[in-house]
Nanobody, 124 residues
Framework: QVRLVESGGGLAQSGGSLTLSCVAS????????MGWFRQAPGKEREFVAT????????YYAASVKGRFVISRDNSKNIVYLQMNNLQPEDTALYFC?????????????????WGQGAQVTVRT
């Protein structure tokens, strides 16, 4: 049974940092790309970042490039999202997703399982 559990969300001040973690179980972690998406109230889920199965390639949404860093530890089955210089527009529920393939993808349809989400709130 695939399980993804996010943690590390919370409240941050504008310009601050938070790091999200997603612990994966129930599948061969090293075989699949992983991604982070977010959803603000009243908006659709949007792509944030994705990482290739072996960590060799990453891709970011333009809105977070240069501020967020995605990484993974394949020995621990964990994917991270380090978020720096947070802004109020980053406020959302952040979801970890298991890709359907090794390669990175920005579409939610390319992910087969999701965690329950971690709330990130950024105040000025």
């Amino acid at each position: 049974q695939v399980r993804l559990v996010e943690s590390g969300g919370g409240l941050a001040q504008s310009g601050g940092s938070l790091t999200l973690s997603c612990v994966a179980s129930g599948f061969t972690f090293t075989t699949y790309a992983m991604g982070w998406f977010r959803q603000a109230p009243g908006k659709e889920r949007e792509f944030v970042a994705t990482i290739y199965s072996d960590g060799s390639s990453v891709y970011y949404a333009a809105s977070v490039k240069g501020r967020f860093v995605i990484s993974r530890d394949n020995s621990k089955n964990i994917v991270y999202l380090q978020m720096n210089n947070l802004q109020p527009e980053d406020t959302a529920l952040y979801f970890c997703g298991k890709g359907l393939f090794r390669s990175t993808n920005t579409l939610p349809e390319a992910y087969g399982a999701w965690g329950q989400g971690a709330q990130v709130t950024v105040r000025t």
